[in-house]
């Protein structure tokens, strides 16, 4: 993880890495089933949500990614792993016993012009298991929309996806209006895009960065407590109530 007070101690890989070549395997050649025993294997052997992400997930979707671009697997080939990926890693994340009532919130969404919400989902469930409430708004979702969004729901963190460098821009423009527009909500980015080149973290203003779901759940761990109640505290009571009305006064105006 990489924040704007410097780098934080790196975790080292889980013993789970050796199932990312199975996984691989499994993807490639459609095969549901092996895709769902490699997961299930790895959290045999201890590994939590958030270290089978960063540990057998990542490295087989990126070899997966490296075939695509040498023209080995098609368009179609690395769509349908995904999908395979996305349906097991969900059902793996059903034995995790749901956030307890009043977990502090956090919105998870790809910038506009990503496309790529697969990263988003896995992170939405290794926020449930880090006892964080977590929505996903989606892939390609405009700034426009997303501030709406987080002026009227007013979450304790908001995570942006960013796989591709060329969006950097865009990205630090979007922290830049969140903090305008909900101050106090802490700001994380993260994605593929700094887990190659870490520099990059420091240029979107964003109040930490992350390179992979263990970083990512060991600081929604860390912050947790502090998070947790915003709503309860007698000095934001008057705005959830705003909230509240304003939900109210959306939906009254649909019907």
Do not use: Y
Not at 34 to 39: E, I, K, M
Not at 134 to 149: D, S
């Amino acid at each position: 993880m990489v924040t704007r007070k410097g780098q934080a101690e790196p975790t080292g890989p889980s013993a789970v890495c050796g199932l990312a070549g199975p996984l691989l395997m499994a993807l490639l050649s459609g095969d549901e089933a092996g895709v769902d025993a490699s997961l299930a294997e790895a959290r045999r052997i201890g590994a939590d949500l958030a270290a089978i992400a960063r540990d057998v997930v990542s490295p087989a979707l990126e070899e997966l990614g490296r075939m695509w671009h040498r023209g080995e697997v098609s368009i179609a080939e690395e769509h349908l792993a995904t999908a395979l990926v996305a349906r097991s890693f969900s059902k793996l994340a059903l034995a995790v016993p749901p956030p307890s009532l009043g977990a502090p919130r956090l919105v998870l969404t790809c910038l506009a012009g990503e496309f790529h919400e697969l990263g988003i989902r896995i992170v939405a469930e290794v926020a449930r298991s880090a006892g964080w409430q977590a929505e996903v708004l989606g892939a390609n979702t405009p700034r426009e929309a997303a501030i709406e969004f987080l002026s009227l729901h007013r979450p304790a963190a908001v995570g942006l996806s960013l796989a591709l460098a060329a969006h950097l821009a865009e990205c630090a423009r979007t922290v830049e209006e969140i903090r305008r527009a909900t101050p106090g909500t802490w700001v994380l980015v993260g994605g593929w895009a700094f887990r190659h080149d870490a520099a990059l973290c420091g240029l979107t203003g964003a109040d930490a960065c992350f390179s992979d779901a263990v970083a990512l759940r060991e600081w929604l761990a860390a912050h947790r407590e502090a998070a947790a109640g915003r709503c309860a505290a007698p000095h934001v009571e008057s705005s959830c109530a705003a909230v509240a009305a304003a939900l109210r006064k959306k939906v009254a105006s649909r019907r």
